[in-house]
């Protein structure tokens, strides 16, 4: 069916048609016309469990355009992810603004409600998002909002993401129970399972527009599963790069994957070495500015920085999370664009954006898991890898290649991946971690007011689905009680109350847990001057930290900072000898506290690498946690009185957000200048708004780091801030 017909059909605008064709979509693939055909476009809930590159996102696109511009309502557009979020809004701001349609994009700040999003025709948003507007009982998203897209719905599977994903889609049917949901997922096992849970149509299809080959990689060779035998025409002693530069040498692109960061470099840096040679000088040129961007994202250029500029000026790259998002968000344009041929990845880029290779190579096919070992990765992650392989319009077919580290274990390998089912996916709602911020959130949001509404709308998930609802009500009757004696709530009789307390901690998002540790940590802190050291350990001990891994040599020198700086802890120190899990991880907090300290205090990036083994990447989502549970913490010391810890708070989560000692403050107040080009300003004597006010933009620009454009709006900025007030009339 021809795009055209099912806008006449639909009666979508005609211009939407010559939009999509522009893109390179004139016809609907297989799986695309049975999504149709089973009521997509007549407002039907819909399921579809189809490949990478199938077509799931256009089904959605179709959906919500028609309710947008027929008039229906408005559409939330829900991933799991930022980087995805990000992608999805350029995508659709590009295509659909010339029809009137406004798109918008909200991914942070959870205890904030812009009425403004209410404004959007598809709003674009992470679970967490979503969540939390719910929470804040955004009344729009009950009364306008007509069609809901559920991205990537096999991450219900997941233990992190999967719960909120669960309960913000269980709500949404609660409160609009006449809202089009629009799951599209990964092909599993149980879709099925899914579509029944949604009561919604299923789509489920192995279709793909570019026909994919699964193979194994041994001594020069690989076998795929359709029977047939490629031996590579490059001869290397490194099968990664063996694998690689055949792919470009026939004009393809390829993503290595791999299990560690340091893996990803090191594979990226040795293929480089063979890819070059293949760059026109075209290529070369356009490559050299991307490798700028890469070089410049952190300001002053770190020794991980100058790594992948390397490897970028000759066509490689490496991607994880470590890296700062500028520097990601390069890599996957000049990916696109077919600049840079080879990216060396970590799994977590196949779950996240989409990059099309012509093939895509599994080195790593086992992962440590404690207290097991090394054990095989999960099927359906092996699927998510291997359905990058085969970009529409460029490639015949796509090659998703394991490598076999000896002849015997090809056939395991088919055997265990290439023959292998996608698991089947289950709910990790029925955790008390999990449990405890939902359930408050139903409470204080006013949704539940006694026990049995809560069980009712527990009967609404996917777990209840799955399993029924009695083992999830013993995690409940655990939680209620957690809340009831920390405060959070009320039970008189048979009903629920949230109390101050508990509405707060539910609208700033953070674990009920990281709410008794932040107000009985607080409450120590009122009867001394709280330290910097006090305050970063204190957030770190909090169930919201992610923490950072202990090293071998991390112990010894973590006990010496313990001593030596243990009665500056807020928290319950625990014996060393009695609870040695609980000492280990106060170490592990200890350590996490560290490194925010070295942050703030402007340590260079190399040297905080080089101390705790963490890039400008993890950094920065650590600082992004750290200033959300230091502004959380202030609320809450407001909220109980605690008059002495407020404003070090206050001070904290400022510096923490820029990564400045305090006195760069009032500096960073302007944008475009952060911690290197603050401290930059400051050495260079301008310390105070009042300094810049009285330099010229030629002085200013002579500064290292500013130049003529920073220091142009530098000047601007300040003379607006420095204007005097127009004078009041007399009364």
């Known amino acids: 069916m021809k795009i055209s017909e099912v806008c006449d059909r639909y009666g979508l605008d005609a211009r939407l048609s010559l939009i999509l064709e522009q893109s390179g979509i004139s016809s609907l693939y297989p799986p695309q016309q049975e999504a149709v055909e089973k009521g997509a476009l007549d407002g039907k809930n819909l399921v579809m469990a189809i490949p990478t590159a199938a077509g799931k996102t256009l089904i959605a696109e179709l959906c919500m355009l028609k309710s947008v511009l027929g008039g229906k309502g408005k559409c939330l557009y829900i991933v799991p992810l930022r980087a995805l979020a990000s992608e999805k809004y350029e995508d659709f701001k590009e295509k659909y603004e010339p029809l009137s349609v406004k798109v918008g994009i909200s991914t942070g700040d959870f205890d904030y409600v812009d009425p403004r999003l209410a ?34 719905v096999h991450l219900i599977d997941d233990p992190g993401r999967g719960p909120t994903l669960e309960v913000l889609t269980a709500r949404l049917r609660q409160v609009n129970p006449a809202v089009q949901i629009l799951a599209l997922s990964a092909t599993v096992k149980n879709a099925d399972e899914i579509a029944e849970w949604l009561g919604a ?53 390829a993503l290595v994957f791999v299990n560690t960061r340091r893996s990803a470099q090191a594979a990226a840096a040795l293929i480089s070495e063979k890819i070059s040679d293949s760059l026109s000088a075209e290529e070369k040129k356009r490559l050299e500015d991307v490798a700028r961007i890469a070089e410049s994202a952190l300001g002053e250029p770190s020794r991980a920085c100058r790594e992948l500029a390397g490897c970028i000026r000759k066509g490689v790259a490496f991607h994880h999370a470590g890296l ?42 086992r992962r440590y898991v404690e207290p097991y070992g090394q054990v095989f990765i999960p099927v359906l992650e092996f699927y998510q890898m291997a359905g990058r392989a085969g970009r529409p319009q460029y490639d015949r077919h796509g090659e998703a290649v394991l490598i076999a580290k000896s002849k015997n274990e090809v056939e395991a390998l088919f055997e265990k991946f290439i023959r292998a089912e996608p698991e089947r996916i289950t709910s990790k709602l029925a955790s008390e971690p999990a449990l405890r911020t939902h359930v408050l959130a139903s409470i204080a949001a006013g949704y539940v007011s006694d026990e049995a ?69 607080l409450r120590g802190a009122a009867s001394k001057e709280p330290t910097e050291i006090g305050l970063l350990h204190l957030i770190c001990h909090t169930p919201d930290m992610e923490l950072l891994y202990l090293r071998q040599g991390d112990y010894e020198e973590l006990e010496a900072f313990f001593l030596e700086h243990a009665d500056e802890l807020l928290t319950e120190i625990p014996d060393g000898r009695s609870e040695p899990e609980r000492f280990e991880t106060l170490l592990a907090e200890l350590k996490t506290a560290r490194m925010l300290q070295a942050w703030i205090n402007e340590v260079r990036e190399d040297d905080i690498h080089e101390m705790f083994g963490v890039g400008a990447g993890d950094i920065r989502r650590s600082a992004d946690t750290a200033k959300w549970l230091l502004y959380s913490a202030h609320e809450l010391s407001s909220l109980f009185r605690i008059k ?88």
């Open 453 to 521: 509404a809560l069980l009712a709308f527990m009967s609404g998930t996917f777990f209840a689905h799955q399993y029924g609802v009695s083992d999830v009500q013993r995690v409940v009757q655990r939680v209620l009680d957690f809340l009831d004696r920390e405060g959070m709530i009320k039970q008189e009789e048979k009903l629920l109350f949230a109390t101050e307390f508990g509405r707060r901690v539910s609208m700033l998002y953070i674990d009920p847990l990281s709410a008794v540790v932040l107000r009985d940590g």
């Open 644 to 731: 002495p810890v407020m404003a070090p708070l206050r001070k904290l989560e400022q510096r923490v957000r820029h990564g400045i000692r305090e006195e760069l403050l009032e500096l960073v107040q302007l944008r475009g200048i952060g911690r290197v080009r603050g401290r930059s300003l400051f050495r260079a004597g301008y310390r105070r708004l009042s300094d810049i006010e009285m330099a010229s933009e030629q002085e200013l620009s002579r500064v290292p780091y500013i130049g003529p454009e920073i220091a142009r709006s530098i000047k601007r900025q300040v003379e607006q801030k420095m204007e005097p007030e127009a004078p009041q009339p007399e009364i």
């Open 201 to 253: 149509e299923l789509v489920k299809s192995e279709w793909r527009p570019v026909p994919l080959r699964k193979g194994v990689y041994f001594n020069g060779k690989i076998w795929f599963d359709d029977g047939s035998k490629l031996k590579l025409d490059v001869k290397m002693e490194d099968d990664l790069t063996a694998l690689a530069a055949s792919t470009v040498k026939e004009g393809g692109q």
């Open 119 to 152: 404004n959007y025709d598809i709003l674009v948003a992470t679970s967490e998002k979503v969540d939390s507007l719910l929470r804040h009982r955004a009344k729009w998203l009950a009364d306008v909002v007509a069609v809901v897209v559920l991205d990537e």
């Open 324 to 365: 700062h998002h500028v520097q990601r968000k390069a890599v996957e344009d000049a990916f696109r664009k077919n600049l840079i041929k080879v990216v060396c990845a970590t799994p977590t880029l196949a779950m996240g954006v989409n990059l099309p290779s012509r093939r895509t190579v599994i080195r790593d096919y």
